[in-house]
């Protein structure tokens, strides 16, 4: 069955850095967009996705702070976030839809001085 695993959430200053990574696994990764979202309390926004060539789309709140990137050799996204701001803090989520949304269980990340 299809699982992710999130890692690399963490309490980090403003202007910090963080890498999130997501390891997959039950299913052809290589075949499927991969998205990583975020929840915040009352907000759950779609952060970043990759798709199955490379192409790229993030939310305009993290463009030119993030970078999503993919190894399918290792079934693995990942999410770099630079100049993380306060307002980033929540919990990050990776996610495959194949008619179905499957969701890892989530990684907190707190920004904060």
């Known amino acids: 069955q299809v699982q992710l695993v999130e890692s690399g959430g963490g309490l980090v200053q403003p202007g910090g850095s963080l890498r999130l990574s997501c390891t997959a696994s039950g299913f052809t990764f290589s075949s499927y967009a991969m998205s990583w979202y975020r929840q915040a309390p009352g907000k759950r926004e779609l952060v970043a996705r990759i798709f199955s060539g490379g192409t790229t789309n993030y939310a305009d709140s993290v463009k030119g702070r993030f970078t999503i990137s993919r190894d399918n050799a290792k079934s693995t996204v990942y999410l770099q976030m630079n100049s993380l701001k306060p307002e980033d803090t929540a919990v990050y989520y990776c996610?495959?839809?194949?008619?179905?949304?499957?969701w890892g269980q989530g990684t907190q990340v707190t920004i904060s001085s």
């Open positions: 996610n495959v839809f194949q008619g179905l949304n499957y």
